[in-house]
């Protein structure tokens, strides 16, 4: 990465709104969060030279599309500036990341916005539901079930449990630490929810079975929201008497896919040491680009957590336990606040929320609040480095950012 990347500042709506109860549509989180990144940011409009949007379902959702031109339409002052959609289901935000990324390095563009945004809860939740399948291979998952991402991430929990053995009770103790975080984040969707005794455990009143291997709290929300941010080259950041030195900067990334089909990457991975290889491959790229030599040099990391199994999976893939034994950083409260390797200080996408093509990009946001030591209640003391794990779809699409602190320390005056 010849060229460096920085994150100058970016702004994430409050993921406990349901905007179409207040008479808005996903029009207004555009707005907002476009206007938002850029006063964090304190850059101008007329200084964004690129846009990317990243969103998987408008079509389904509000029956809108071409978002690309959304952002010009809602915010006048970004009229003729070149924009594009990209669609990688819950990873969409993080290919606009990686395509602004490009644009950055190649000298094409020095000030990029990037969105993500999503809109679910105009509809009923079971429609919501029916309309993520999209991102399924439709017709063809050979899984008979009611919820299709339900059955789908209980079938990974079920393929644990044949590979290496599955305690539900670790599952169970991922959904609460992640509900924890979320209480402490005053954007998170689950900051009030209140839970009782028996909320995580296998008690089938409390928490019952959703499809078979997930039961309600291993899922991840049915949120609204977007999430900004403006990335820069060095020679931006200069000529606005900004320091690079002191911005977090994004050191390394990775970006693989793997077809549609869940059972197909089963198949794919028998006799192999991971269960998602292309997974793995992914945060090594990740670690190889940023010149570290894997979780260890981490702080705490960001993982996708549609699912508390699609957690489980990221443990032990990132290398924080072995292959199969991700339990043992469950129990011995590495992945909690305080521990070796926080993961979801934010509460992630179950405790947080899951707005899905806004979810990447605040996945880089909170990352990098963490590192600038801004991270409020959230904050993982003296982190310096933070990695991000993004996964669209059934581990079909999947990103990973490491995300620096400024060269001059920890903890640099906010942007």
């Known amino acids: 990465m010849a060229e460096p990347v920085f994150i100058l500042g970016g702004y994430q709506t409050d993921f406990a709104r349901a905007w179409s109860r207040e008479g808005l549509d996903i029009s207004d989180m555009v707005r907002e969060a476009t206007l938002g990144a850029l006063e964090a940011a304190q850059v101008d409009a007329v200084q964004v030279q690129s846009i990317h949007v990243g969103n998987a379902f408008g079509e389904l959702q509000r029956r809108q599309g071409h978002l690309g031109a959304m952002v010009a339409q809602r915010v006048p002052e970004l009229w003729g500036v070149p924009a594009m959609r990209h669609e990688g289901a819950c990873a969409s935000s993080s290919l606009g990341v990686l395509t602004a990324m490009a644009e950055i390095e190649a ?112 899922c991840g929300q049915v949120t609204d929201g977007a999430c900004a941010v403006i990335l820069v080259s060095a020679r931006f950041a200069g000529e606005q008497g900004r320091k690079p030195e002191l911005l977090p900067r994004i050191a390394g990334w990775g970006h693989r896919n793997a077809g549609l089909r869940l059972l197909d990457k089963f198949e794919r991975s028998r006799g192999q040491a991971y269960v998602f290889p292309h997974v793995r491959q992914t945060l090594e790229d990740a670690w190889r680009r940023a010149g570290v030599p894997g979780v260890e040099a981490m702080n705490g990391v960001e993982t996708h957590d549609c699912f508390t199994v699609t957690e489980y999976v990221a443990i032990d893939h990132l290398g924080l336990t072995p292959p199969g034994q991700s339990w043992r950083a469950v129990e011995d409260g590495s992945i909690a606040p305080g521990g070796r390797c926080p993961v979801n200080m934010s509460g992630g996408l179950i405790g947080c929320g899951h707005p899905v093509g806004a979810t990447g990009a605040r996945m880089l946001l909170d990352a990098a609040k963490q590192v600038a030591g801004q991270a409020g209640a959230c904050q993982i003391e003296g982190a310096r480095r933070i990695q991000t794990l993004n996964i669209g779809g059934s581990f079909g699409t999947v990103v990973s950012f490491v995300v620096e602190a400024g060269a001059a320390g920890s903890h640099a005056p906010s942007p």
């Open 107 to 218: 000298g094409r563009y020095d000030c990029v916005l990037v969105l993500g945004v999503e809109e679910f809860r105009n509809l009923p939740g079971h429609e919501a539901s029916r309309n993520q399948n999209a991102a399924s291979w439709q017709g063809h998952e050979d899984i008979d079930c009611t919820y299709m991402w339900p059955a789908a991430f209980g079938r990974v929990a079920q393929e644990y449990e044949r590979r290496f053995g599955l305690d539900r009770s670790h599952l169970n103790r991922i959904a609460e630490i992640n509900y924890g975080n979320g209480r402490r984040n005053p954007l998170a969707q689950t900051r009030s929810w209140q839970f009782g005794e028996q909320s995580f455990t296998d008690n089938d009143v409390a928490n019952p079975v959703i499809e078979p291997g997930t039961r309600r709290q291993d």
